[in-house]
């Protein structure tokens, strides 16, 4: 019996070889074939393929099909606009690195065109996108340490808008999220300050307060500051300023609640106005 199976354990063996080679081509093959289907393709049909994702809020398939346009015909007729329309798809698909590096790469080779005004509008809309906590209205982190770096672009690139093509269709917009991302940062040093004074950090309580009316006057948020302001002078025993800070609080929003004595001690208002507090 052994000597008539022994002869057939090579074949065996080979059988399975063959299988196994054959079945990895497969894949091999599969996986080439899937890699490069848009290659070779005529630029009008890439141009209308990547399109077509587009319109179906396809994003990240759109991305692909113009990257191989512009890889495939770098100096062809499509290229600035395909190179624009990658931007925005890779902005929608969540790809913000991805979309700003293609916004700087358009900037940087077509630094006159027409549409240039849109390019620094989206790179503003995609830096205003990169830093999605900050722009949440809840944290549940230590403010002093988020990085503003993002946001703090998107308001330069939205300046650049405003103010070198006033007279573009976004430049209106973009004085609107000018606005509000300045907002954003007052609010930001706010909430610090109402964490430091959480803390019984007074001076650094004071000091945010103090950078908040400086730098950003007139926001949303300046009355909370002076009520920082005077609230930290009273813990530190500076009764003077503390009643400076009362007058012009008095003067200005008569309704504050630390006028009542309820914030920031009251935790409904510290709570409302300080989101992390719950966590500390």
Known sequence: MTLRTAPLRPLIVLLLAVVVAGSGCARMKGMFKDKDKNEGLPVSE????AHGYMENGRWSSAVEVWR???????????????????????????KHDDAVSSIDRFIRTYPTHKNIAYLYYLRGLT???????FMARAFKLDMSNRDLQAPNQAYADFSTVATRYPNSRYA???????????N????FERNTA??????????????RAT??????????????AVALLGESYARMGNDKLAADARRVLEANDPQHPWLTGKWPHDSRFYNRLNPFAGDL
């Not at 830096?127 to 906590?133: G, H, L, P, T």
């Not at 209106?172 to 300045?182: I, K, S, Y």
């Not at 954003?184 to 609010?187: H, I, N, V």
């Open 211 to 224: 950078y908040l009316l400086e730098t950003y006057p007139q926001s949303e948020y300046q009355n909370d």
């Open 68 to 94: 191989r346009l512009i890889a495939q015909y770098p100096y062809g007729p499509y290229t600035e606009q395909a190179l624009m329309e990658q931007a925005y798809a890779e902005y929608k698909a969540g």
């Open 46 to 49: 890439l141009y209308d393929k």
């Open 127 to 133: 830096n205003m996108s990169r830093n999605a906590v």
């Open 184 to 187: 954003e940062f007052a609010r």
């Open 172 to 182: 209106a917009d973009a004085r609107q999220r000018m606005v509000f991302l300045r």
């Open 194 to 207: 109402l964490y430091y004074l959480r803390r019984g950090a007074w001076i650094a309580a004071n000091e």
